[in-house]
């Protein structure tokens, strides 16, 4: 529908003469200007020239000028003028304020006006490469205009600079001040959960928070993403504080501030170094607090568990938090205080693609490695390397220094209490499946390409140390899953579950769902709940692609549906006589017990998990008495639970 104009008509005004005067055919321009405001500070448009207008000051004469300097009332009881701004328009003073200022972040000395605004930030940070460009200017002019440009800049920033130099000389700062000894591209040192760090600052600013006034560090580190190495961004805050501190008490500063700078530099490239090294994927042990995120701040956990390090999956499954980086870049060498050279600059890492695939193993064949990290960037990795923990079941940060190497344990498929052709059945295939799981497909593709072992039988009798031994075998991570991981939930058991499958198939993970009874059970027409839980379980185990034990108590009840996905089925009996004699001699190897002792404790029936138990009660009543474990203490236990002989 076509809108109607309207037009406002003055009273004195001949409606008729309005209404035949076309609109916008004059091909002319009407120049409005703002009137002068009335009571309530408002103002409209008129079209009188205002009688108030001076005229502009920046004109062709200005700008036969090298410098344009703009002054304003200064209110600080040691000058009557203070200069709010400077205008530079000599070309030989921008060609040398171009090498002067050169990557000073927000200063392009290129541009037809390049202005400089109190307080001047660019120039007191670069004052000594100013006074070094003077010296070294050699050419008449060029000379002249860099001295005019020095000689004014002294005069204005003198009492800065006297000040910064004095606080400098006394290693002590004022929160005001502080942006001072902040040079872009400097070394930054500081603390995040006790661990050291260095960052490069982009920018500083004061900023409010609701906790208070602030210097804001804008930061940059060196960052793993899963596939290549970039920057992140990281910020540091400096709360407003009385008086002055030492530099070296704020919660950041810069680096070539530190006591032990030697000693720190070299700890900071070391840590750099083993993140170089655990980047990608790797399956390692950790002992120690990890960051996790928590809806509203970040969580600390104790772990002591086996992890898996790998920022590829951390961001597969956490992609709210996906860690996104920027080009690493060649280090800035704007400040004459970083100590870092260029001669590390031909190990720079650019921008070629790196085709680094999901790892499914530590250093792959043909796997695409990162280009080598220089000196610097070693100095300025992140303390911290995403992954999982296996026994918290948690995505989280760990901290370099409190990853090491797995202690494998060489004897414990040896101890597995089992007949020697079953055991060697296992393992043959489940090396095999690990090598080979892609060599065999269903006629659907992708379809039943996994290893699926269903072990059955009492407890205690050593379903569960299966699944653990063939892991710890194999040199692969152990995911253990039960139930209660899963939940009951249809839609939750089915987004847990396909995350946790294909988790352990990239990892090459052996997979243990214990007790998985609830999974397993025939489906029936009262309980359609748990039909939906045995339906969604059996059509995922159909595209499952890596190794799964399954353990049970209740064989006879398992839904048919299953027996044609098991692969193998094993039944476990009760421990027999040279089984339990097996076990009691396992535990204690190290123990000084005669074999009439392990024959005559053989005797009792037990489980695995029962002699484990009195065991472990027994070593508790000798330690009770300062006396070491003997037979005596382990009947002491067997007598008060009346366990029988057979």
């Not at 397993?520 to 159909?542: G, W, Y």
Request: one cysteine or more; proline letters at 3%; hydrophobic letters at 35%.
């Amino acid at each position: 529908m076509a809108r109607t104009q309207v037009v406002a008509v003055p009273r004195d005004t001949n409606v008729a003469q309005v209404s035949s005067t076309k609109i916008g055919l004059i091909s002319d321009v009407k120049n409005l200007y703002e009137g002068k405001p009335d009571s309530r500070g408002k103002s409209t448009w008129v079209d009188k020239y205002p009688d108030d207008l001076e005229e502009a000051a920046e004109n062709a004469d200005s700008a036969r000028y090298a410098l344009l300097i703009r002054n304003k009332k200064a209110y600080d009881g040691r000058k009557k003028l203070a200069i709010d701004s400077i205008v530079v328009q000599s070309p030989f003073l921008k060609k040398s304020l171009g090498h002067i200022l050169k990557d000073y972040p927000g200063v392009t000395p290129s541009l037809d006006r390049l202005t400089f605004k109190t307080p001047f930030k660019p120039l007191v940070h670069r004052w000594a490469n100013l006074a070094t460009a003077l010296e070294a200017e050699d050419d008449l002019e060029p000379k002249c205009h860099l001295d005019l440009f020095h000689r004014t800049m002294k005069e204005e920033l003198q009492d800065d600079l006297k000040a910064r130099d004095d606080y400098i000389l006394n290693r002590v700062i004022t929160w005001s001040t502080c942006w001072m000894i902040f040079e872009p591209g400097v070394l930054i040192f500081a603390t995040e959960d006790k661990e050291q760090v260095a960052l490069r600052l982009k920018s500083g600013s004061y900023i409010t928070t609701q906790h208070g006034n602030a210097f804001s560090l804008d930061c940059e580190y060196v960052d793993w993403d899963g596939e290549r190495f970039g920057l992140g961004s990281t910020r540091k805050l400096i709360y407003e504080f009385p008086g002055t501190t030492a530099i070296t008490k704020l919660t950041a500063f810069p680096l070539h501030y530190h006591e032990n700078l030697s000693k720190v530099k070299k700890e900071l490239i070391d840590r750099g170094k083993a993140f170089e090294a655990l980047s990608g994927y790797r399956y390692k042990h950790y002992k120690g607090v990890a960051m996790g995120h928590g809806v509203c701040s970040t969580i600390k956990y104790n772990v002591e568990s086996r992890i898996i390090l790998d920022t590829y999956a951390w961001n597969r499954f956490n992609p709210n938090r996906q860690v996104v980086l920027s080009n690493l870049s060649l280090p800035r060498q704007s400040s004459a205080r970083n100590e870092e050279s260029s001669e590390d600059a031909d190990s720079d890492y650019g921008d070629d693609e790196l085709d680094a695939a999901f790892a499914n193993g530590i250093d792959q064949p043909g796997e695409v490695r990162p280009q080598a990290l220089t000196k610097e960037q070693l100095l300025l990795c992140s303390s911290t390397l995403k992954g999982y923990s296996l026994k918290n079941k948690k995505w989280l940060m760990f901290t370099i220094s409190a990853v090491g190497d797995i202690k494998w344990d060489d004897r414990a498929f040896e101890s597995l209490v089992l007949p020697s052709d079953h055991k060697e059945l296992i393992l043959a295939l489940t090396e095999s499946q690990m090598v080979n799981k892609d060599t065999f497909d269903d006629v659907i593709q992708g379809k039943g390409r996994g290893m699926i072992m269903l072990l059955s039988g009492p407890p205690g009798v050593g379903k569960t140390l299966t699944a653990e031994s063939v892991a710890e075998n194999m040199r692969a991570p152990l995911y253990m899953m039960s139930a209660g991981d899963l939940g009951l939930d249809s839609c939750n058991v089915e987004s847990s579950l396909s995350n946790v499958l294909e988790m352990s198939t990239k990892w090459n993970a052996v997979l243990l769902l214990d007790e998985a009874d609830v999974f397993l059970e025939q489906r029936s027409a009262h309980d359609l709940e748990r039909n939906k839980l045995v339906s969604i379980f059996l059509r995922m185990l159909e595209y499952y692609e890596g190794i799964l034990f399954l353990t049970t108590n209740r064989v006879d009840h398992i839904d048919p549906a299953f027996q044609s996905r098991i692969h193998i089925s094993m039944q476990y009996n009760e421990l027999s006589l040279s089984s339990r004699r097996h076990v009691w001699s396992n535990f204690l190897s190290s123990s000084a017990f005669s074999t009439d002792d392990i024959e005559k404790l053989a005797r009792y029936k037990m489980n695995g998990r029962e002699i484990k138990n009195v065991l472990k009660i027994a070593k508790l009543l000798a330690g009770r008495k300062d006396e070491e474990l003997g037979v005596r203490h382990v009947e002491s236990v067997l007598a008060v639970e009346k366990r029988g002989v057979l």
